[in-house]
């Protein structure tokens, strides 16, 4: 129990961390952006939409990595491996390319069309 409530302070921890990380990130960008703005004008623009590219991909790896989504989605995906490696085909099984096996829709269809 005391083994658990220190991974959680840890998790906790680093996500704050990380979060933090992010916040002067940004706060860096919007201060030198301003200066170079006044300072050169609008000629470093190409270098804003690509530091602003890494601020977006840094925003969504912080705050995105632990959201319950994601965590449903990678559950998910790691059911369906483990699934995949033991044999399983899983819920949607891929479609037969045996020719001779009868399809049940087809023939409960013909047998209606016999009886009527």
Do not use: C
Not at 41 to 53: E, H, K, R, S, Y
């Amino acid at each position: 129990m005391v083994g658990e409530q220190d991974e959680q302070y840890q998790e906790a921890k680093r996500r704050v961390e990380a979060k933090k990380g992010f916040y002067v990130h940004a706060f860096f960008f919007v201060v030198l952006n301003v200066i170079f703005l006044v300072a050169v004008g609008w000629d470093f623009l190409w270098a804003t939409v690509f530091w602003g590219l890494g601020l977006a991909l840094h925003g969504a790896g912080v705050f995105l990595r632990g959201s319950d989504w994601l965590k449903q989605w990678e559950h998910r995906a790691l059911q369906k491996e483990l699934d995949r490696q033991q044999g399983n085909p899983g819920p949607n099984p891929p479609p037969s390319d045996d020719a001779t096996t009868p399809n049940p829709t087809t023939r409960s269809t013909s047998t209606a069309k016999k009886r009527s």
